[in-house]
């Protein structure tokens, strides 16, 4: 059971490092990378849903329609967030279509890819189940909490740092880290929903074998 609480971590690691290694890669070899990260999701998006369906209607144990959708979109999620934060980091002001490499086109194919495999999930993220309401309801309270707990301290800094040192940072660079941060919300509060359906999975399953 340990191992079914401990997947939604590996799997925002998973999408977060993959990310990175798109973005790295697109720089080293200045070919785009995107459309790798694209297929890999958009191919993974039809394998799993075609096993989640199947495997729901055998054991009824693994993951239900609201959860499979939130699977997809912490997966396009962690893959687009760990893409941009290693850009920024990397490119700077140079994340930027005609800038000599293919960042920004990289970043926007992700983002399709994403909106593509949605479609494949269109009719889970319309379903719901007795769990639903309040683990989204705490999803929804994490991934403000967060908003909030990483916008505080950039506000701070834009408010009250000297002009002077905030020269390195251009506002084509600050405006992505905000999109950056945005999307941490996000993947935070998909991550909650997910450990949760974890917690309620793992019950159910010890409730089956503790029964008479």
């Known amino acids: ?95 930027r279509v005609g800038q000599g490499n293919t960042l920004a086109v990289d970043s926007w194919t992700l983002v399709t890819a994403q909106i593509v495999a949605a479609l494949l999930f269109r009719g889970d993220s319309k379903v719901q189940d007795e769990r639903h309401a309040g683990i989204a309801a705490r999803g929804v309270r994490v991934g403000y909490a967060t908003l909030i707990a990483v916008l505080i301290p950039v506000i701070a800094w834009l408010a009250f740092t000297p002009p002077g040192a905030r020269v390195v940072l251009s506002h084509f660079v600050i405006a992505n880290a905000l999109i950056a941060l945005l999307l941490v919300s996000y993947a935070a509060l998909l991550f909650v929903q997910l450990v949760d359906y974890a917690r309620d999975t793992c019950s159910a399953v010890d409730d089956e074998q503790t029964s008479p």
Do not use: C, Q, Y
């Open 1 to 95: 059971m340990v191992s079914t609480a401990l997947k939604p971590i590996s799997f925002l690691a998973t999408g977060l490092v993959a990310g990175a290694l798109l973005a790295i890669a697109s720089l080293v070899s200045h070919v785009p990378t995107g459309w790798i990260g694209a297929g890999a999701l958009i191919t993974w998006a039809v394998v799993a849903r075609r096993r989640w369906t199947a495997l729901e209607a055998t054991n009824g144990l693994e993951p239900g329609a609201p959860e499979r959708a939130l699977w997809l979109r912490l997966a396009g999620t962690a893959l687009v967030l760990g893409h941009l934060v290693t850009a920024i980091l990397l490119a700077g002001n140079d994340l």
